[in-house]
């Protein structure tokens, strides 16, 4: 079936790195997206990796990807309290002419002074 | 490019008032979506509309109604509002299904 699984609260202090996890059900996938929602905020694209690469990273984002395991992970070095929001993993699924994109519940990292 | 709005931000409604929420994106995307956001459930799929003239359900759309008028515009209609309607309403956009989505800001519904 299609499913994607968060871990639902991570807690970090200001300055050390941040994991946040996912598994996605769909090895077919084409592109798994992380978006950023802020409180009382609308989500927002953060990143994004093609299945065909292992790992993307972009200033202080680290996307990894392990297909065999069907694992994808953000990381967010030097983690700041504007850092603080809810992070959705969603993966680009498709049967035949069907495409959609299947959502996590959400991370919510609390950045701590 | 304001992206996607949505209108209004805010709205508090009697038990079986109705109300529709707006949507424009001026992308150019072909389909749009409506969600609902409620504490621990994530985002659930409302309504979507795979191109311009075409409109489906998607997992929860009981006690909803939507309108694609044209490329730019998705509104979401709720025809007797419930208590268990109260939550945060997402539009999105995208140029094709299984692509990145672009969300509006929101509209917070609350159902007295």
């Known amino acids: 079936g299609e499913d994607v699984e968060q871990s639902l609260f991570l807690s970090v202090r200001e300055g050390d790195s941040s994991v946040i996890n996912c598994t996605y059900t769909d090895s077919s996938s084409t592109y798994l997206y992380w978006y950023k929602q802020e409180p009382g905020a609308g989500l927002q694209l953060l990143t994004y990796i093609f299945s065909n690469m292992d790992m993307k990273q972009d200033q202080r984002l680290t996307v990894l990807l392990n297909k065999k395991d069907k694992h994808l992970s953000l990381r967010i070095a030097d983690t700041q309290t504007g850092d603080s929001a809810i992070y959705f993993c969603a993966e680009s699924w498709s049967a035949g002419n069907n495409r959609k994109l299947i959502w996590g519940l959400g991370t919510s990292l609390a950045v701590n002074p | 490019n304001a992206g996607v709005t949505q209108t209004p931000k805010f709205q508090v409604l009697k038990t079986g008032q109705s109300m529709t929420l707006q949507c424009a994106q001026d992308m150019n995307h072909n389909s749009m979506y409506w969600y609902r956001q409620d504490p621990g459930m994530g985002l659930r799929l409302i309504y979507y509309?795979?191109?311009?003239?075409?409109?489906d359900k998607g997992e929860v759309p009981n006690g909803y109604n939507v309108s694609r008028l044209n490329k730019r515009e998705f509104s979401l209609r709720l025809e007797s509002a419930a208590p268990s309607q109260t939550s945060v309403y997402f539009c999105?956009?995208?140029?094709?299904?299984?692509?990145?989505?672009?969300f509006g800001p929101g509209t917070r519904l609350t159902v007295t």
């Open positions: 999105a956009s995208t140029i094709g299904q299984g692509a990145e989505q672009y």
């Open positions: 509309s795979a191109s311009e003239g075409t409109t």
